[in-house]
């Protein structure tokens, strides 16, 4: 969208330098040149445009490249966003102004194909700037710029929403005063007994520390960028749908997670010290409410059930059923979740996070203290952290974040350069009618009619684009749609919002020359002309 403004811009530019060249373009004409010469040159022009605009954009991108790694979220695993130049880049920013200087050059190639020799001499002799068809091309391309700005400022607005309903939204568990230690270990080899003890070593450690009010392990984050893993579940007496998968999410806890993260136990009971590997031990599983109510029927039903993982090698008993939470996205409908207790699903190969919910003191002020205590933890584990929950969950709105980030900047450069199209094309036109407002003021138009009749063009030529703009939105719009949370793309608000600021920015661009062209003498507008 900012590519196509930009090059209606130029378009605009090129086409009222042009325009000023009338004398040179018929003289040129006069002596041969033929109509193709004449576009080529036009055409060259606007690749040394183009070029220039090439080379300073890249300049600016290393220089700025940087700035785009504050999008990247706080995550154990290993996000990069490399923002360094390469001849792929150089040669695609290339690539877009060639075909920037092609578009640009449309509108005054269109102009000059057809050249009236005698004409076009004689109007340049007179001093005529231009004419009305040439007012006509550059207020359409006004308004078309005017369009594409109020598209890309739509989109900034409405991201700018989705992203501040993404980080207001409360997931269904409370991340606020947690801390995430990650702890991977470093010997696979080593015995699923041993990698237990090792881990709930640590997490009695970090939870024996001051300020520290329980602390609990779990095999996956919620609503990080690692998805987590899944069983293929069978549940007694439950008849699959047709097309319905039985591939079922679940995570690997110790007991006090459901405390730690204050999610509801709504029946039976949380994991215990007795829920271990020993042979006698009962494997036991809790489920979340949508997988109640999908294979039992109600959330009071599950308790006491079996349902089978592994094809039937294992079949847990049901202990409890939790609330439902957002697991792996912030937009995910409510699905079937289960958690298995740490001491019977331990992995010697796996990764863990140890949760520390702290009491007194906030998470941040912790976070030195919990790093301190870190450095203690079993050799055989490698230390990732300690963050807080709530940077960590960066990643859940990280789509949500980066297009909000940048659809706004794009919004607002877009916004300034329909501006500056608008004030180019409104001081073109007081410059064309310079003689017709010498006229009227001569015969007792005052100043505020002149800035009146000035205003009315822009006017229509800013409605022009808000409707170009505003259809545009509402049909391209919905596509965004995926990566919106909580709000709609043909939001009322912000598009009263953007046609606000376009109006603004156009009253500015439109007032200044209207009241610059109210104050010209008479007499001198007349003798100029």
Wanted: aromatic share 8%; with cysteine; net charge positive.
């Amino acid at each position: 969208v900012v590519l196509l403004l930009v090059c209606a811009n130029v378009g605009n530019l090129l086409l009222a330098r042009a325009e000023g060249r009338r004398k040179e373009f018929a003289i040129r004409r006069g002596l041969g040149a033929s109509t193709a010469r004449l576009m080529r040159q036009i055409l060259i022009e606007s690749l040394v445009l183009a070029t220039a605009g090439a080379v300073l954009g890249l300049l600016v991108t290393s220089w700025t490249g940087g700035l785009l790694t504050a999008l990247v979220p706080t995550t154990d695993l290993p996000l990069r966003l490399d923002a360094a130049l390469n001849l792929r880049l150089v040669g695609i920013t290339f690539g877009l102004g060639l075909v920037a200087a092609i578009l640009a050059a449309v509108a005054p190639g269109w102009r000059w194909r057809r050249i009236e020799i005698g004409d076009d001499l004689n109007a340049a002799s007179r001093g005529a700037t231009g004419n009305r068809s040439v007012l006509r091309w550059r207020g359409g391309l006004a308004a078309v710029e005017i369009g594409l700005a109020t598209v890309a400022l739509m989109a900034g607005i409405v991201f700018w929403k989705s992203f501040e309903k993404a980080r207001a939204f409360r997931p269904g568990f409370e991340p606020r005063g947690v801390l995430l230690v990650g702890v991977d270990p470093v010997n696979r080899d080593r015995q699923p007994e041993e990698a237990l003890r090792s881990l709930e070593r640590t997490r009695d450690q970090l939870a024996a520390m001051p300020g520290v009010r329980i602390a609990a392990i779990a095999q996956h984050v919620p609503l990080s960028l690692d998805m987590g893993s899944w069983e293929v579940v069978a549940v007694d007496g439950y008849t699959k749908r047709v097309g319905e998968t039985m591939n079922v999410w679940r995570n690997v806890v110790s007991p006090g997670f459901f405390e730690l993260m204050r999610v509801p136990v709504l029946e039976g009971r949380d994991f215990s010290l007795r829920d271990d590997n020993a042979v006698d031990a009962e494997p036991v599983a809790i489920v979340n409410e949508t997988f109640a109510r999908r294979y039992y029927g109600a959330t009071n039903a599950a308790v006491g059930r079996r349902f089978s993982l592994s094809g039937g090698r294992r079949r847990p008993l049901i202990v409890g059923v939790v609330k439902d939470h957002k697991y792996q996205t912030l937009g995910e409908s409510s699905k079937p979740f289960f958690y298995l207790p740490l001491r019977q699903w331990v992995s010697r190969s796996s990764g863990y996070a140890v949760f520390v919910r702290t009491e007194g003191a906030s998470a941040d002020a912790m976070l030195e203290a919990v790093r301190e205590q870190s450095k203690t933890v079993d050799p055989q584990f490698g230390v990732i952290g300690p963050v807080t929950f709530e940077s960590y969950l960066g990643a859940a709105y990280l789509v949500q974040r980066a297009a909000a980030a940048m659809c706004s900047v794009l919004g607002l450069v877009a916004l300034g350069l329909a501006a500056m199209g608008i004030y180019g094309v409104m001081a073109y036109s007081s410059l064309e009618r310079r003689r017709e407002i010498g006229i009227r003021m001569a015969l007792g138009a005052t100043p505020a009619q002149i800035r009146r009749m000035l205003a009315r063009g822009g006017l229509v030529m800013v409605s022009l684009g808000l409707l170009l703009g505003g259809g545009g939105w509402l049909l391209l719009g919905p596509l965004a749609g995926s990566i919106l949370f909580g709000v709609q793309a043909r939001d009322a608000s912000a598009l009263g919002a953007t046609a606000a600021l376009v109006m603004v920015a156009a009253a500015g661009a439109t007032l200044w020359p209207a009241w610059r062209a109210s104050r010209v003498d008479p007499g001198v507008a007349l003798r100029d002309n």
